[in-house]
């Protein structure tokens, strides 16, 4: 079963989220339903960037790997070269 790794944007701040999923729709809603602690106050949320990876495990850690750039440029970057 595929995993996702997603990127969502704040569109009250632009601030962004990082966060890997069976089913991005159903996650998108629960962050914007108010149902993640993190994503709660930034709200509504909106998908900017997203990658399949054929298991939890890759996309557990492509996930790690953006995260550890610690660039906001580095995830820009990503969101330009995005087909959404």
Same mark, same amino acid.
């Given at each position: 079963?595929?995993?996702?790794?997603?990127?969502?944007?704040?569109?009250?701040?632009?601030?962004?989220?990082?966060?890997?999923?069976?089913?991005?729709?159903?996650?998108?809603? +629960?962050?914007?339903?108010?149902?993640? =602690?993190?994503?709660?106050?930034?709200?509504?949320? &909106? $998908? !900017?960037?997203?990658?399949?990876?054929?298991?939890?495990?890759?996309?557990? +850690?492509?996930?790690?790997?953006?995260? =550890?750039?610690?660039?906001?440029?580095?995830?820009? &970057? $990503? !969101?330009?070269?995005?087909?959404?």
């Amino acid at each position: 079963m595929p995993y996702y790794v997603y990127i969502l944007q704040s569109t009250a701040d632009g601030t962004y989220y990082i966060g890997s999923t069976e089913n991005v729709e159903a996650r998108i809603t +629960r962050h914007n339903q108010g149902r993640s =602690s993190y994503t709660r106050t930034k709200r509504p949320w &909106q $998908l !900017v960037y997203s990658e399949e990876h054929p298991d939890r495990s890759s996309a557990v +850690r492509r996930e790690n790997e953006i995260k =550890s750039k610690k660039k906001v440029s580095y995830i820009e &970057q $990503l !969101v330009r070269t995005s087909r959404l």
